[in-house]
């Protein structure tokens, strides 16, 4: 079964228990890979908001229509403390458990620093997908210290998601569950910001929603995907939208994906069948 994964936006530091790094159980090889994970996306979402706070002047968020122009700087700064602290303390705790935080991989952003309005927008995508990161990865660990470890992350991430929400004038809580995501899903998302690094983790196809303008309800959506083959018959092909709260994704015909009327963040993927798929790993 072929799965391409895209995200689609219909829409201060717990530092892990202690603050000191966690080596009270064994951790398994398993463990430290998802650990490994979890450090290259915190560095990922500290080297954007380093970035971002590097570029952007005052004059470009009056641009983008902050009035007060102290306000999104200072969310923006917080944010990336706390994505700072995170990569830190997994930087330990990796250690403490005897294995190397993945050091080599570069980011480059591209468009999505562009402006502030794009970059505010792609923060959002960003720290959503985080959620999604640290829900999946949450199945995959033995080693309950590091579940809790890692549990006092995610409720930060989605705090940044539920403020980030706000500034981009969206409703601040969409929706009363988020959608678990394996590395490999992750990867066909934010794998285009990183290079020059081997995560272990094999990626699913990328897969980009090709209409011009924002998807609004009743959007028929077009796709574009290395990974679909160069004369497949789309027939076979079916458009599956996973959001948090439903068992399944609603599974709708590759020629007729059409954005329905649905509150909060939507994983597209396009798989060769029509059973819907079971919103779990």
């Known amino acids: 079964m072929m799965f ?10 717990t530092s892990v228990v202690s603050g000191a790094p966690i080596r009270r159980q064994a951790a398994n090889s398993t463990d430290v890979l998802v650990f490994q994970f979890a450090d290259v996306l915190e560095r990922l979402e500290t080297e954007f908001y380093s970035q971002a706070l590097a570029k952007f002047q005052d004059s470009d968020f009056t641009t983008a229509g902050f009035g007060n122009t102290a306000i999104p700087k200072e969310l923006f700064s917080t944010i990336h403390g706390d994505e700072a602290a995170h990569t830190a303390i997994i930087d330990s705790t990796l250690v403490s458990l005897g294995a190397e935080p993945i050091k080599t991989c570069k980011f480059d952003f591209g468009d999505a620093l562009k402006d502030v309005a794009t970059m505010a927008a792609t923060a959002r995508v960003v720290e959503n997908v985080g959620v999604s990161a640290y829900l999946g990865g949450a199945n995959l660990l033995s080693n309950k210290e590091l579940l809790v470890a890692a549990a006092s992350i995610l409720s930060v991430e989605a705090r ?21 995501l394996s590395p490999s899903q992750i990867l066909a998302i934010a794998g285009s910001f990183i290079s020059g690094c081997d995560l272990g983790i094999p990626a699913n196809a990328a897969l980009k929603v090709t209409n011009s303008g924002a998807p609004l309800p009743g959007t028929k959506l077009t796709f574009e995907s290395a990974g679909i083959p160069s004369g497949v018959d789309t027939s076979t092909l079916t458009c599956q939208m996973m959001t948090g709260g439903n068992a399944f994704a609603l599974a709708l015909p590759f020629n007729d994906c059409v954005v329905p009327n649905i509150s909060g963040p939507v994983y597209i993927f396009i798989v060769n069948g029509t059973q819907p798929l079971l919103n779990s790993q």
């Open 4 to 13: 391409f994964t895209a995200a689609l936006s219909a829409f201060a530091l």
């Open 160 to 180: 940044h998601q539920s403020l980030l929400n706000i500034m981009n004038t969206a409703t601040s809580i969409p929706s009363a569950f988020d959608v678990a």
